[in-house]
């Protein structure tokens, strides 16, 4: 029997990452030798320090629910974060505590949604903004990344993108998949044309602010106070503190979206996981040296990386500045990226993710993550040196 379902639900896509992810635990289980290079998460442990502050929540009995918007202590605790880091001062009445950082773009795009109205998002970029978007009824208008440009955003194509319709734009640095930044002198320049249309509302998604190899390299939209009422924050403890499975992130949110962010967190959660959230104040009030060896680890193995791509036919790769992954182009090899996914992982058994899956603009580029061990890196790069020696792309893909 089929079943009826709201039909905005076929909108939805997917994250094909977690796709290959299952894809390749099934190859393991077959005895296959498979390396990840595919998901984006940190191959780092908690650090002790946030894990024994959950526990001691829990024995504590920090068992119940919390305000929607989350305990008083963590917006405190994030308002003197971002104080610290991005020397802005915000109000903790306009944080929100969420289970990750997904909770932001899906209420900021349900928000701004909705028939006739269009939104701007980076492609390649995220696949959930993209997904979103469409179930909302919105029109989703790409905003072309090219690494002719080392995936810089095209500040007159964006321009020429906005009309009367546009609601939202979507920004993304460091970002998923391509590891670019927005530098400063570009982010000036954005401003100024977001100035131009004050109607037009800005998602700033910070998830890696803080995995950055340059120091003063990365940039926020909080900064500029001409945007403080139209701008919304995405960011989180998942990519810095190797937190991803604890589902906690935040929104800094203009004074009028508080209310309704608040309202959207009681219809769907409630209130984010009470004794994690005092794990997260002990993120951000701990010590930070987890952070640095992290970074300074995941530095190493981007540069790895960069050398190692850029010495196999057919591929061109710039140099990551933030994140943990590498977007080269595999266009030189004469195979789509979708072939050059399955290539890797089932003769190969690396496991990377296609430039598609990050949009129509991906075609071409294949991302693979750093964030996994040199060892693993230097094994999978020794197979591809081993395949190639005896074939080619274009073979291969017979």
Same mark, same amino acid.
């Given at each position: ?177 391509? *590891?670019?930044?927005?530098?400063? =002198?570009?982010?000036? !320049? $954005?401003? #100024?044309? &977001?100035?131009? /249309? ?50 906690? *992130?935040?929104?800094?949110?203009? =004074?009028?979206?508080? !209310? $309704?962010? #608040?309202? &959207?967190?009681? /219809? ?61 182009? $595999? ?68």
């Amino acid at each position: 029997m089929e079943v009826d379902i709201n039909p905005n639900l076929s909108r939805l896509g997917t994250e094909n990452a977690f796709i290959i992810l299952g894809e390749a635990e099934k190859l393991k289980k077959q005895g296959k030798s498979i390396i990840n290079l595919g998901i984006g998460q940190p191959d780092f442990s908690t650090p002790d320090h946030i894990v024994e502050a959950t526990i001691k929540a829990l024995k504590d009995g920090k068992h119940g629910y919390t305000p929607a918007n989350g305990i008083l202590e963590l917006r405190e605790a994030v308002a003197k974060d971002i104080l610290l880091r991005r020397k802005v001062s915000v109000s903790p009445e306009n944080i929100l505590i969420v289970p990750g950082g997904k909770v932001t773009m899906w209420h900021t795009i349900l928000i701004f949604g909705g028939k006739d109205k269009e939104i701007i998002y980076p492609n390649p970029g995220f696949p959930i903004y993209e997904s979103v978007i469409n179930y909302t009824g919105s029109k989703a208008i790409p905003m072309k990344l090219d690494s002719k440009n080392n995936f810089n955003i095209d500040i007159s194509n964006l321009k020429n993108l906005i009309n009367k319709k546009t609601s939202l734009i979507i920004f993304n640095s460091p970002s998923n998949p391509t *590891g670019g930044i927005i530098s400063k =002198k570009d982010m000036d !320049k $954005i401003v #100024e044309v &977001l100035e131009e /249309n004050p109607h037009v509302n800005i998602l700033s998604d910070e998830i890696y602010s803080r995995i950055i190899y340059e120091k003063e390299c990365f940039n926020s939209f909080l900064s500029y106070a001409n945007l403080k009422d139209r701008l919304i924050i995405l960011d989180g403890w998942s990519k810095t503190y190797a937190m991803t499975g604890w589902r906690i *992130g935040y929104s800094v949110l203009p =004074k009028s979206l508080v !209310k $309704i962010s #608040e309202r &959207l967190n009681i /219809n769907s959660f409630s209130c984010t996981n009470a004794a994690i959230q005092y794990g997260a104040i002990a993120a951000l009030e701990g010590p930070q040296s987890c952070v640095d060896k992290m970074v300074n680890t995941f530095d190493k193995r981007r540069k790895m990386i960069f050398s190692e791509l850029n010495k196999l036919d057919g591929f061109n790769c710039d140099l990551s500045q933030g994140a943990f992954y590498s977007m080269p182009s $595999i266009k030189d090899t004469g195979l789509t990226s979708e072939q050059m996914q399955n290539i890797l992982l089932y003769k190969l058994g690396i496991a990377t993710v296609s430039g598609t899956s990050f949009g129509k603009y991906g075609e071409g580029y294949l991302r693979m993550s750093y964030a996994s061990s040199e060892e693993n890196i230097n094994e999978a790069f020794s197979r591809i040196k081993n395949f190639t020696n005896v074939t080619n792309w274009i073979d291969a893909k017979n």
